[in-house]
């Protein structure tokens, strides 16, 4: 059993920064794929970005040249950076494992002025 732990949610201004991390309670080394999903108020889940075992990456058109997916090995623990946040951004932010098909408890972003 895999558990992940979100964190790094809040509430921005339209144009602001965020950065979520997902932790891992075991090694995400060989992970097929891990990645952050969505869910806006009255909106079906959206996958927003995914990291690959070797690296590589996929990112919903919404968000490309916004988000970034990264990981780092070591501390077990995948990132999204947000920039240039947007109102429709505002969602609670999922991480999932898709080896396992495990999911965190996922954290709330609010993009509002």
């Known amino acids: 059993q895999v558990q992940l732990v979100e964190s790094g949610g809040g509430s921005v201004q339209p144009g602001g920064s965020l950065r979520l991390s997902c932790a891992a309670s075991?090694?995400?080394?060989?992970?097929?794929?891990m990645g952050w999903v969505r869910q806006g108020p009255g909106k079906q889940r959206e996958l927003v970005a995914v990291?690959?075992?070797?690296?590589?990456?996929q990112y919903a058109d919404s968000v490309k040249g916004r988000f970034t997916i990264s990981r780092d090995i070591a501390k077990k623990t995948v990132y999204l950076e947000m920039n240039s946040l947007k109102p429709e951004d505002t969602a609670v932010y999922y991480c999932?494992?898709?080896?396992?098909?495990?999911w965190g408890q996922g954290t709330q972003v609010t993009v509002s002025s």
């Open positions: 990291i690959g075992r070797d690296g590589t990456t």
């Open positions: 075991t090694s995400i080394r060989s992970t097929y794929a």
């Open positions: 999932r494992d898709f080896q396992g098909d495990y």
